[in-house]
């Protein structure tokens, strides 16, 4: 018998998802393409500090983000006053972090303001993802590939406008007056797209926060049980691999285009045509998921990011046309592996009842892990070679930093590449 349609889900309640996704997008990634040149030219923190930085704090979530795993299973009808206490607390950590500038050393109050802007993150991410396992069960057949088109079209959507907003912001104001302005302007989203999902999380008829309301107490069992499933467990491998080379194009991005380009000025429209191409391709990647298979057609998106940036090590000074195909291209294989890896998850979670906060708290730690990964190694390997983002560029710094920025990410790409078609063999047999 199929599954009841909803027409929450069906109509508005998509538009929702999209909306709140993209909210939660302008938290994530830009901060790590901002935040170190930001706290680097503005207060002359190192490279290196600001690298151990985030990934001590992605220490912290190694314990934080299971355990807000498995809160959010347990919260039940008390979600939505959750999700409005960790609404708040996103927007209070990016004001800290761009709008007050630092009340004591530029260090610790970027290590203040990261600790809370992280863990609000992590909270409503996982909150928002669990919540989507209940609203795919309503949409039928293809019921997760749909939703994680909305969402993760919304989240390109919102991570486009956070990247591309603040260097547009450059042109007309002074740097801290523009990222005060765009900090103002995301605790305006966040506050919108809290009132747009208000009607969604009130929604629940069934599924994992009640079933854990009801058991009375969810024990670190859950976690093992997540952990011990095969197939859950090799996607969360390819999950940290997939998402690492990301984290280092993202990382150095900025760096990438001032100092192996030349090409400073054109960092924002660049930035536009990566998302952009990414939220583009989303919904065909989803498309081409439904007739040629979501493994082969990751596998395929994951063969064009290795070409694509193979290709960009070759670049130098004045290459700005080629980066720009390689922008094109690799946004579009983005597209992919942000909308089909997190479906494929979300598939196999369906008849878990009972664990999909947990099972995403683990899911939103990978992905987050990656990023302090890429930040906490590249950033002190690039100190170490000698490349200072506030003095002359060096050819041994430059040449590290393309190295990084191209070539690390093709190999990981590759060996996520290896790792997902052998421990998804038994569904392209």
Known sequence: MPRPRSAEANGPGLARVSMFAAMLAC???????????FYAAQYGVGLGAIGALLFGLRLVDCVQDPLLGLLADRLGARRRVAVLIGGGVLALGMLLLFATGPAFAP???LALSLLLLFSAYSFLTILFYAEGVRIAATLGQGGHVRLAAWRETGALLGVTLASVL????????????????????????????LMAMAPVWGARSGGSGQASEAAGIVSLGALRDVLGEPRLRALLIVAVLNASPLALTATLFLFFVEFRLDAAALAGPLLLLFFVAAAVAAPLWS?????????????????LAI???????????????????????????????????????????????????????????????SLALAAGVALPLLAAFGFDPSGPATDRGVTALAMLYALLPCLLKFVALVTFRATTKEETA
Not at 27 to 32: K, M, T
Not at 177 to 187: D, E, Q
Not at 329 to 353: I, K, Q, V, Y
């Open 287 to 303: 498309q081409a998921a439904r007739r040629f298979g979501t493994v082969d057609t990751l596998s395929a998106a994951m063969v």
């Open 27 to 37: 938290a994530g990634l830009p901060i790590y393409i901002f935040a170190p040149p």
């Open 107 to 109: 260090l610790w109050w």
């Open 307 to 369: 070409l694509v940036f193979g290709w960009a090590y070759t670049l130098g000074p004045g290459d700005t046309l080629a980066f720009a195909v390689i922008c094109v291209a690799s946004g579009a294989a983005l597209g992919a592996d942000l909308t089909l890896l997190p479906a494929l998850f979300a598939s196999r979670l369906e008849e878990r009842d009972g664990q999909s906060g947990t099972a995403f708290g683990l899911w939103n730690f990978c992905a987050k892990f």
């Open 166 to 193: 603040p260097p547009a912001l450059e042109l007309v104001l002074p740097v801290a007056a523009a990222y005060r302005v765009w900090s103002v302007g995301f605790a305006v989203l966040v506050i919108l797209a």
